[in-house]
Protein backbone atom coordinates (compact mmCIF):
# COMPACT_ATOMS: atom_id res chain seq x y z
CA UNK A 1 0.00 0.00 0.00
CA UNK A 2 1.47 3.07 -1.16
CA UNK A 3 0.86 6.30 0.60
CA UNK A 4 -1.98 8.77 -1.15
CA UNK A 5 -2.89 5.91 -2.84
CA UNK A 6 -7.08 5.00 -2.44
CA UNK A 7 -6.11 1.75 -0.14
CA UNK A 8 -4.18 4.04 2.12
CA UNK A 9 -7.00 6.52 2.41
CA UNK A 10 -9.54 3.56 3.02
CA UNK A 11 -7.35 2.15 5.49
CA UNK A 12 -8.88 0.44 8.91
CA UNK A 13 -8.63 3.07 10.70
CA UNK A 14 -8.79 5.88 8.12
CA UNK A 15 -10.86 8.50 9.66
CA UNK A 16 -14.15 8.10 7.96
CA UNK A 17 -13.84 4.29 9.26
CA UNK A 18 -13.41 5.83 12.79
CA UNK A 19 -16.36 8.20 12.68
CA UNK A 20 -18.72 5.60 11.08
CA UNK A 21 -17.54 3.15 14.07
CA UNK A 22 -19.54 5.65 16.55
CA UNK A 23 -22.46 4.49 14.98
CA UNK A 24 -21.70 1.43 14.98
CA UNK A 25 -24.95 0.60 17.73
CA UNK A 26 -27.82 3.43 16.81
CA UNK A 27 -27.96 4.14 20.50
CA UNK A 28 -24.62 5.84 20.60
CA UNK A 29 -25.40 8.77 18.55
CA UNK A 30 -29.24 8.91 20.10
CA UNK A 31 -27.45 9.20 23.61
CA UNK A 32 -25.01 12.51 22.54
CA UNK A 33 -28.25 13.66 20.92
CA UNK A 34 -30.53 13.28 23.99
CA UNK A 35 -28.18 14.10 26.61
CA UNK A 36 -27.17 17.73 24.35
CA UNK A 37 -30.58 18.45 23.33
CA UNK A 38 -33.32 17.30 25.70
CA UNK A 39 -31.22 17.77 29.02
CA UNK A 40 -28.99 20.36 28.47
CA UNK A 41 -25.66 17.86 28.56
CA UNK A 42 -26.20 16.32 31.59
CA UNK A 43 -29.11 13.73 32.85
CA UNK A 44 -29.33 11.14 35.18
CA UNK A 45 -30.29 7.30 33.74
CA UNK A 46 -34.07 6.67 34.74
CA UNK A 47 -34.81 10.36 32.80
CA UNK A 48 -32.43 9.50 30.25
CA UNK A 49 -34.49 6.04 29.80
CA UNK A 50 -37.98 7.61 29.59
CA UNK A 51 -36.38 9.96 27.16
CA UNK A 52 -35.06 7.02 24.40
CA UNK A 53 -38.35 5.11 23.80
CA UNK A 54 -37.32 1.57 22.84
CA UNK A 55 -34.51 1.07 24.72
CA UNK A 56 -33.50 -1.26 27.11
CA UNK A 57 -32.10 -0.90 30.69
CA UNK A 58 -29.52 -3.62 29.66
CA UNK A 59 -28.87 -1.64 26.40
CA UNK A 60 -28.50 1.82 27.71
CA UNK A 61 -26.40 0.50 30.67
CA UNK A 62 -23.86 -0.97 28.07
CA UNK A 63 -24.19 2.14 26.01
CA UNK A 64 -23.47 4.05 28.09
CA UNK A 65 -20.28 1.84 29.50
CA UNK A 66 -19.16 1.92 25.70
CA UNK A 67 -19.61 5.76 25.89
CA UNK A 68 -17.31 6.68 28.91
CA UNK A 69 -14.85 4.17 27.58
CA UNK A 70 -14.84 6.21 24.05
CA UNK A 71 -14.70 9.29 26.71
CA UNK A 72 -17.45 10.81 24.92
CA UNK A 73 -19.52 11.02 28.63
CA UNK A 74 -19.00 11.08 32.27
CA UNK A 75 -20.13 8.80 34.77
CA UNK A 76 -20.56 11.17 38.17
CA UNK A 77 -22.02 9.66 41.18
CA UNK A 78 -23.85 11.90 43.52
CA UNK A 79 -23.75 11.26 47.14
CA UNK A 80 -27.79 11.36 47.86
CA UNK A 81 -29.25 8.02 49.54
CA UNK A 82 -30.29 5.99 47.47
CA UNK A 83 -27.06 7.18 45.03
CA UNK A 84 -27.84 8.73 42.36
CA UNK A 85 -25.51 8.53 39.10
CA UNK A 86 -25.47 11.30 36.44
CA UNK A 87 -24.04 11.09 33.05
CA UNK A 88 -22.98 14.43 31.37
CA UNK A 89 -21.37 15.19 28.30
CA UNK A 90 -17.66 15.47 28.01
CA UNK A 91 -15.56 18.02 25.97
CA UNK A 92 -14.95 15.29 23.16
CA UNK A 93 -18.98 14.22 23.53
CA UNK A 94 -20.20 18.00 23.06
CA UNK A 95 -17.50 18.12 19.82
CA UNK A 96 -19.07 15.06 18.10
CA UNK A 97 -22.64 16.04 18.82
CA UNK A 98 -22.20 18.73 16.17
CA UNK A 99 -22.36 16.25 13.57
CA UNK A 100 -24.96 14.13 14.89
CA UNK A 101 -27.10 17.28 15.16
CA UNK A 102 -26.56 17.79 11.59
CA UNK A 103 -27.36 14.49 10.73
CA UNK A 104 -30.38 14.75 12.70
CA UNK A 105 -31.54 17.89 11.19
CA UNK A 106 -30.83 16.62 7.78
CA UNK A 107 -33.52 13.52 8.64
CA UNK A 108 -35.99 16.04 9.95
CA UNK A 109 -35.62 18.04 6.92
CA UNK A 110 -35.93 15.09 4.50
CA UNK A 111 -38.71 12.67 5.21
CA UNK A 112 -39.58 11.83 1.50
CA UNK A 113 -36.05 10.71 0.87
CA UNK A 114 -36.18 8.71 4.36
CA UNK A 115 -39.12 7.14 3.43
CA UNK A 116 -37.71 6.05 -0.04
CA UNK A 117 -35.54 4.11 1.68
CA UNK A 118 -38.44 2.20 2.37
CA UNK A 119 -38.51 -0.76 5.78
CA UNK A 120 -35.07 -3.09 7.05
CA UNK A 121 -36.33 -6.45 8.02
CA UNK A 122 -35.43 -5.34 11.52
CA UNK A 123 -37.25 -2.03 11.33
CA UNK A 124 -40.26 -1.70 13.85
CA UNK A 125 -41.60 0.51 11.63
CA UNK A 126 -44.41 -0.08 9.01
Not at 32 to 46: D, E, I, Q
Not at 77 to 93: D, F, K, M
Request: hydrophobic share 35%; glycine share 8%; with cysteine.
Amino acid sequence: MLPGTAEQEWREDCAPRRVLSLFATKWTSMVLHTLHARHGGACRTGALQRSLPGISKKMLTQTLRDMEKMGLISRHVQSNIPPAVEYRLTGLGVRFVEPVELLYAWGRDNPDALDQLGTRSTSRRS
